[in-house]
């Protein structure tokens, strides 16, 4: 018989594949632990439509996230920090730094998704990697002044 998984059953098969399953193993085991149901026309094009739906949500989440990329790529920012007469900040400028600048520029951004080689320790401008969703990157210049 064949079924559809619920859930993911360790050696047997992922949630939503539908597979071929002994009609005991299916109705004493899968079907009563709520691991399985039976692909019936009516549960195949409900999994149809869950599928069409996760791949609508896909769909949206890249275009959002080449959006908010677009919009890092035009955006620059300028963040004062404090220096000495050598030319060097005090201290330094950090991820954290650039999303606060970045959140007060109107732009949501975590911390987490700025790739920072190291701490920016120098004033001038500075090229940083925004890392937004899967394969999707944007460049966003940060200008970063000694006070």
């Known amino acids: 018989m064949k079924v559809i ?30 691991l399985a149901v039976e692909a019936t026309p009516a549960n195949l094009a409900a999994l149809e439509a869950k599928r069409q739906a996760a791949k609508e949500r896909e769909a949206k989440k890249i275009a959002d996230a080449k959006a908010l990329a677009e919009t890092l790529n035009k955006t620059g920012i300028t963040i004062k ?39 920016i320790k120098e004033p001038g401008q ?11 990157n944007a460049e966003v210049k940060v200008n970063v002044v000694a006070e």
């Open 126 to 136: 500075h090229s940083v990697k925004v890392k937004i969703y899967m394969e999707i």
């Open 5 to 34: 998984f619920l859930q993911d059953v360790k050696g047997v098969a992922k949630k939503d594949e539908i597979k071929e399953a002994k009609d005991g193993y299916a109705q004493n085991f899968l079907f009563k632990k709520k």
């Open 81 to 119: 920090g404090k220096g000495g007469d050598t030319g060097k900040l005090y201290g330094a400028i950090t991820a954290a730094d650039i999303a606060k600048a970045l959140h007060d520029a109107g732009v949501e951004v975590d911390k987490k998704d700025i790739a920072l080689k190291d701490h």
